[in-house]
C-alpha cells in the first residue's frame, strides 16, 4: 500500500532542501513530535537512525539515501508503535520553474493488515500536517 502527499511551499528548492535533508530535525517542523535525536551516524549521512517520541509513541527510523542531486531521501522505519511491516518512505524537493517556488511530495509503501486505514494515517496524520508546518516555516 502507499501513503502519498504533496504540496507547493513559498520558497526556492534549494532553500527547502537545504532544511529537509537535516534527517534529525524533524521535531522543529513535524506536528506531534516531542523529541527527536540521532542515536547512530550523522543526520545528514545514509546509515543515520533517528529516534523519534511523539504523542503516539516512539519511533526509530534509519535514513537509507540522501541524494543533494535530486533533492531526495529514502528512510525505513526500523520500530514504531503502528502495525505496519515493510515501512519505506521518500521525500522529495523539486523547482516550481514558472515561479521559483518549490513542490514537495512525500510518500511511503508499506504492508499492514488494514492497508487503507493505515495509509489514511500516515497520509492524514503525519505527511499533510507535516507539508502545512511547511507553509508556516517559509
Given amino acids: ?3 502519498y502527499a504533496s504540496t507547493v511551499v513559498d520558497a526556492s528548492a534549494d532553500e527547502v532542501w537545504n532544511y529537509l535533508r537535516d534527517f534529525g530535525n524533524v521535531a522543529e517542523w513535524l506536528p506531534g ?12 549521512q545514509p546509515g ?11 519511533f526509530r527510523e534509519r535514513l537509507l539515501t540522501l541524494d543533494d542531486a535530486s533533492r531526495s531521501a529514502t528512510y525505513e522505519i526500523l ?9 519505506r518512505a521518500v521525500y522529495r524537493v523539486s523547482p516550481v520553474t514558472d515561479s521559483g517556488r518549490a513542490f514537495v511530495e512525500w510518500s511511503a509503501s508499506f504492508t499492514a493488515d488494514d492497508e487503507a486505514k493505515m495509509a489514511a494515517i500516515f497520509t492524514r496524520g503525519v505527511f499533510e500536517p507535516g507539508l ?3 507553509h508556516k516555516r517559509f
Fill in 79 to 87: 520500530e514504531c508503535p503502528l502495525p505496519v511491516s515493510g515501512y
Fill in 33 to 44: 513530535i516531542t523529541g527527536c535525536e540521532i542515536e547512530e551516524g550523522t543526520a545528514s
Fill in 132 to 134: 502545512a508546518a511547511l
Fill in 48 to 58: 543515520a537512525v533517528r529516534r523519534i517520541e511523539s504523542a503516539g509513541g516512539l
Fill in 1 to 3: 500500500m502507499t501513503a
